[in-house]
């Protein structure tokens, strides 16, 4: 069945589309239809990152579909400060498009859909280029937890090295293997680094994958800042159980931050 998104509906709501809809092959099955709220909070977190400076023309943020695991949302091609809820398209884990109606995807799209393949436990997905962060996928210095907000870097951060797999590319993840690859490195943590490019963070909801991407840049400019009065000594940053314990607390608390990032941009 193809579908389309009705134009006088406000949410993603799917029906059964005409005969001259588009050509080739079918369309993947809709998810269902979406509350028009979920997709105002995923235009808000595009929103969000990038009046937090994580996020400047380019980058993107993702959520699961609520009703089908299999299924995830992101925008479509457009810089994030300017997306809608009109904007955000569904897509299935292989990256396909529900239906695009014209409009372009994302190239790193694969980013998202095979995070989603690969962590059940995944509800929301941040890719971005914040300039803090990228100096620590290229030195042989790992990124440590700063401050408690920061805490969810405890666990660890992996670097994902492209050239390592796949040789001189473009550094772009622009093909499901090379997201494969991606999912391997970032494996059970919550934020990989990604060599001479940018990060992602992940999260098990929306508002938690916007304040991790939030804080792992705040926490690399709290390094180098660290670092540099420090002269090259010891960091006393938390340890892997400090982490654990202050993450659980920002697990309960970042809805505090993402209702008035909320209210920043506009929602």
Known sequence: MRLFRCACHSGLSYLRAPADAGSGSPAPRSGGSVDPSVLADLAAASRILADQGVVD??????????????????????APALVTPDDIMEYDLDCECVYPRGRGSFLERFIHGEIFRA???VMAVAHSHSANVIPFGLVDKPMQAMFH?????ARGVPVFDINEKFGDTDMLVGNAQKGVALAQSLCDKDIVLMRAHGSVATGPSLPVAVFRAVYTEMNARLQFQ?????????????SPGEG?????????SASRAWDLWKRRVGF
């Open 57 to 78: 023309a380019f980058g993107h943020v993702s959520m699961r579909h609520p009703n089908d695991p299999n299924r995830f949302l992101m925008s479509r091609s457009l």
């Open 226 to 238: 660290t670092m540099m009065l420090g002269g090259g000594s010891p960091i006393a940053a938390l």
């Open 244 to 252: 654990v314990l202050a993450d659980k607390v920002n697990l309960s």
């Open 119 to 121: 962590r059940p436990d």
């Open 149 to 153: 907000n920061a805490a969810f870097i």
